[in-house]
């Protein structure tokens, strides 16, 4: 399985921030599988914002979820996600992740460095 983020790597505060992730060689709906969006600040550790199961289902992050959304579109075999009001604090390389069971996070996107700046 191959995870590839695209998306604008430069964002001004207070817009909102769209990454896509483009699964391939597996399908995002397979059973049991996971998909999280997780970043990392420069110098910080990880930290996941969301996931959306196989199913549909989805969790957020509770300290993000007021600004947070996660969707698919199957058709296509991506998940996105959406980052309301961005500020400085968000900048930050974003993740994709699969995981085969119950965040294992077996798999990694490359990550996109994302700059919140005026």
């Known amino acids: 399985v191959q995870l590839q983020e695209s998306g604008p790597g430069l964002v001004k505060p207070s817009q909102t921030l769209s990454l896509t992730c483009t699964v391939s060689?597996?399908?995002?709906?397979?059973?049991?599988?996971?998909w999280t969006w997780i970043r990392q600040p420069a110098g910080k550790g990880l930290e996941e914002i969301a996931y959306m199961t196989y199913s549909g289902s989805t969790y957020y992050s509770p300290s993000l979820k007021s600004r947070t959304s996660i969707s698919r579109d199957t058709s296509n075999n991506q998940f996105s996600l959406e980052l309301k009001s961005v500020t400085p604090e968000d900048t930050a390389v974003y993740y994709c992740?699969?995981?085969?069971?119950?965040?294992?996070?077996?798999?990694w996107g490359q990550g996109t460095q994302v700059t919140v700046s005026s």
């Open positions: 992740v699969g995981s085969s069971r119950y965040l294992t996070y077996d798999y």
């Open positions: 060689g597996g399908s995002i709906t397979a059973n049991y599988y996971y």
